[in-house]
């Protein structure tokens, strides 16, 4: 996927599609509180979608490290916000992640980052867990990855069913969370604990 360049032509042509949009519905761009709209709905757009500009070196920036460690590592309840590429509405939630080294680590803050790059993109959930496990399962080539990622959409909550209190639940599992069934249920069942 190439890099997408966020540049001030690329502003101003955001802009104008947002005031033209405004138009089409009935409003009028210039009255007072829609004057500056377009440049916000510019920047928050920008803003929301920037992770086609990243990548994973640059995301990962070196913090991958020799350690003699074997059991499995887990990063839950990562918040995310990502919009669906079906209707660009939001939908967000938790993601939970973990891996069984196979002589590398990864920073630990690394993680969350890699979900932000991905959720950071017109997306939908199935994609955007996958990509997540595999690209772990690639730059650390560990003994297996599990994603377990929740979600609300705005889409199935604002507009179409109109159900408020629906999660969608998606996962990957690579490797040893795939063919072990008993590593597979200690992570799910880590991912539900709380601690006291």
């Known amino acids: 996927m190439s890099k997408k360049?966020?540049?001030?032509?690329?502003?101003?042509?955001?802009?104008?599609?947002v005031s033209h949009q405004l138009q089409l519905i009935g409003e009028d761009p210039q009255r007072e509180g829609l004057l500056k709209t377009?440049?916000?709905?510019?920047?928050?757009?920008?803003?929301?979608?920037k992770g086609y500009s990243e990548d994973?070196?640059?995301?990962?920036?070196?913090?991958?490290?020799?350690?003699?460690?074997?059991?499995?590592?887990?990063v839950k309840d990562i918040d995310y916000f990502s919009m669906c590429e079906h209707h660009?509405?939001?939908?967000?939630?938790?993601?939970?992640?973990?891996?069984i080294p196979n002589g590398k680590i990864v920073g630990?803050?690394?993680?969350?980052?890699?979900?932000?790059m991905?959720?950071?993109?017109?997306?939908?959930?199935?994609?955007?867990?996958r990509q997540i496990a595999n690209t772990l399962f690639e730059v650390l080539n560990?003994?297996?990855v599990a994603v377990v990622c929740e979600g609300k959409h705005m889409c199935m909550m604002m507009r179409g069913v109109e159900k408020q209190h629906?999660?969608?639940?998606?996962?990957?599992?690579i490797g040893v969370f795939e063919t072990n069934i008993k590593t597979r249920t200690e992570f799910l069942t880590l991912i539900t604990n709380k601690l006291s």
């Open 118 to 129: 991905f959720a950071r993109r017109l997306q939908v959930q199935e994609r955007m867990t």
């Open 88 to 99: 660009m509405l939001p939908f967000y939630g938790k993601i939970h992640i973990a891996y």
């Open 142 to 144: 560990p003994e297996g």
């Open 56 to 74: 994973i070196k640059t995301i990962l920036n070196g913090a991958i490290f020799k350690e003699d460690y074997n059991e499995m590592v887990i």
């Open 38 to 49: 377009p440049h916000r709905v510019a920047k928050s757009i920008q803003f929301l979608t």
């Open 108 to 116: 630990l803050s690394k993680i969350p980052r890699l979900v932000d």
């Open 5 to 17: 360049v966020i540049s001030a032509k690329t502003t101003e042509a955001l802009e104008k599609l």
């Open 166 to 173: 629906s999660l969608a639940t998606t996962s990957a599992m």
